[in-house]
Each structure stands twice: as C-alpha cells, then as structure tokens.
C-alpha cells in the first residue's frame, strides 16, 4: 500500500492535533491539582509562634516609662505603682487638684498612705517632669 503525499499531510496533522489535545489536557489536569493543593494548603493549622519568656535578668533590663505623677490619672497612678491603690491614687490626685506641686519624692509624704517605703519602692517609675511639651 503506497501512501500519498496528500495522506501524509493528513496523518501528520492528525497526529499533531493528538498531540496538542494531549497536552492541553494535562495542562487543565495540572492547574486544577494546583487549585487542590492551594485549597488544603489554606487549611494547613500552622503552630503559633510564642515569644520566649523573659527570665529574671532580662525582666530587670526592662524599661518602663515614667508615670508623671503631676498629670496622670488616678487609674494610671494606681495601676503603675506597687502598694498604691485606687483609694491613695485619689488622695494623690486630691492633694495635686488642691495645689500641691510634687517636684521630689519627699513631696509625696504629704499624702496620707504614702510612706517611705512605697515612695521607694517606686522611685524609678515616678518622674516629676512634664509629657506636655511648654510652648
């Protein structure tokens, strides 16, 4: 059987649109496991990260912003400072509204309930100074 130049070029082009068939097929098989994969991958449970908890030493080298005694709120002053409470962070306030000025940590004696030990308890958190930039 003698096959014609004609038939050949039908052959081939059959053969060629197989092909190409082929392939775009396992182009759309691949994309849609991609899709799959992209799905599943969303719903991975990745563990938290956790910081590492500060040991002793390192919670000491921590520093704490000032607590302006002369502008800070009475929730503020008893949150911050160790041994004071709502009750004697309202004194404080009281005594600031009434025109005491604190200026030294000796100041704060005149606050009933603030003794020696818890204005030296709280020295490196009281500062004296303004937040409130003087214009």
């Given at each position: 059987?003698?096959?014609?130049?004609n038939q050949r070029c039908v052959l081939?082009?059959?053969?060629?649109?197989?092909?190409?068939?082929?392939?775009?097929?396992?182009?759309?098989?691949?994309?849609?496991?991609?899709?799959?994969?992209?799905?599943?991958?969303?719903?991975?449970?990745?563990p938290l990260i956790k910081r590492p908890?500060?040991?002793?030493?390192?919670?000491?080298?921590?520093?704490?912003?000032?607590?302006?005694?002369?502008?800070?709120s009475v929730n503020e002053i008893a949150?911050?400072?160790?041994?004071?409470?709502?009750?004697?962070?309202?004194?404080?306030?009281?005594?600031?509204?009434?025109?005491?000025?604190?200026?030294?940590?000796?100041?704060?004696?005149?606050?009933?309930?603030?003794?020696?030990?818890?204005?030296?308890?709280?020295?490196?958190?009281?500062?004296?100074?303004?937040?409130?930039?003087?214009?």
């Amino acid at each position: 059987m003698k096959i014609s130049i004609n038939q050949r070029c039908v052959l081939l082009v059959i053969l060629a649109m197989v092909f190409l068939l082929a392939l775009l097929n396992g182009i759309l098989q691949s994309e849609q496991g991609n899709q799959e994969v992209s799905e599943a991958e969303t719903k991975i449970y990745h563990p938290l990260i956790k910081r590492p908890k500060a040991n002793q030493n390192q919670k000491d080298k921590i520093v704490k912003p000032p607590l302006y005694i002369n502008h800070a709120s009475v929730n503020e002053i008893a949150k911050r400072l160790k041994g004071v409470g709502k009750k004697i962070a309202q004194r404080i306030v009281n005594a600031r509204e009434q025109g005491a000025d604190f200026k030294k940590l000796n100041d704060l004696k005149v606050v009933p309930g603030m003794g020696s030990a818890k204005i030296q308890a709280n020295k490196e958190i009281i500062s004296f100074d303004s937040p409130i930039l003087k214009e």
